[in-house]
């Protein structure tokens, strides 16, 4: 087995089959050298795909398809119809550096006795200006936390930090590549979580058929999202991760209010 500067490479390569899946893209074995494409495009021509340079991959990943900024790399926008062919195991870890900055680091990591996962708590007790306002979210709203904000719909990384009653996702849910701590976008919906949890509430009664109605409304918004929303602007009522937050919270209030059935 050839050996690289890198242990995380040797080891990913050792066990690199033919073709494997990293998130969104398709690593395939060519000979001597590895194509890169998007999974979606797994059975397009070869002529059918721009050819892009490995150093040119980094630029590509900061756009989505329709050019909106992509701050998180692992979000599920990567774009499609490119192909990329890596020369060597280096250029192999290159690109992937590029499309998914330190996920191979953090693969390997993940694969010791003892990974260096910072769970929820320890992270944010970290935390000093702005974000100490993410210590006082309560373990429930934590939870909710991660399931709103690190939603497979919005992020690829197999989330391994957790916290009470927070189990790590599965790999088969997301993807090969861990999620060792809470990242920077994920920070900054924990203090917009906060900041919601801490506003004057209104104290309103609404009927539980309004609350299904409430909650489809929430889930055509989830499927239908505004052109033109950022992924991560959490001031924005109608962000992807805030929709998500408030159907977990109606899914709640309709478990809490009698039934329909229990009248009729
Ligand atoms: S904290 Fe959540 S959203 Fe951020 S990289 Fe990890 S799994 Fe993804």
């Known amino acids: 087995m050839a050996k690289h500067d890198n242990p995380a490479l040797t080891a990913f390569l050792a066990e690199l089959p033919a073709q494997r899946e990293f998130a969104q893209v398709v690593i395939t074995r060519r000979d001597d050298a590895f194509e890169l494409r998007h999974v979606a495009d797994v059975a397009a021509a070869e002529a059918a795909l721009e050819v892009v ?26 774009r499609t119809g490119w192909r990329a062919v890596a020369h060597t ?40 200006g702005m974000y100490r306002i993410t210590q006082m979210l309560t373990d429930e709203q934590v939870r909710d936390l991660a399931r709103a904000g690190c939603h497979r719909d ?44 801490q506003e004057e509430k209104a104290a309103v009664r609404v009927s539980s058929g309004d609350l299904e109605t409430l909650l489809a409304a929430v ?27 408030l159907k977990i919270q109606v899914e709640r209030w309709l478990a809490e209010v009698p039934q329909k059935a229990d009248k009729e």
């Not at 250029?91 to 006795?113: F, I, K, M, N, V």
């Not at 889930?219 to 929709?243: H, I, K, V």
């Open 154 to 197: 919005s992020c690829l990384k197999q989330r391994l930090w957790g916290g009470p009653e927070l189990a790590a996702d599965e790999a088969a849910e997301k993807s090969v590549i861990p999620c060792l701590e809470p990242c920077a976008v994920l920070s900054e919906f924990a203090r917009k979580s906060m900041r919601l949890e």
């Open 53 to 78: 340079e490995v150093e040119a991959l980094r630029g590509l990943a900061n756009h989505t398809d329709a050019g909106a900024f992509r701050p998180l790399k692992s979000a599920p926008n990567l």
């Open 89 to 128: 195991a280096e250029e192999l870890e290159r690109s992937l550096d590029h499309l998914y900055p330190g996920a191979l680091t953090d693969w390997y990591s993940a694969r010791q006795a003892q990974p260096p996962v910072t769970h929820y708590r320890d992270y944010v007790n970290r935390q000093t």
């Open 219 to 245: 889930n055509l918004a989830l499927t239908q999202p505004m052109s033109g929303s950022r992924e991560a602007d959490f001031g924005a009522a109608e962000n992807p991760r805030r929709l998500r937050r």
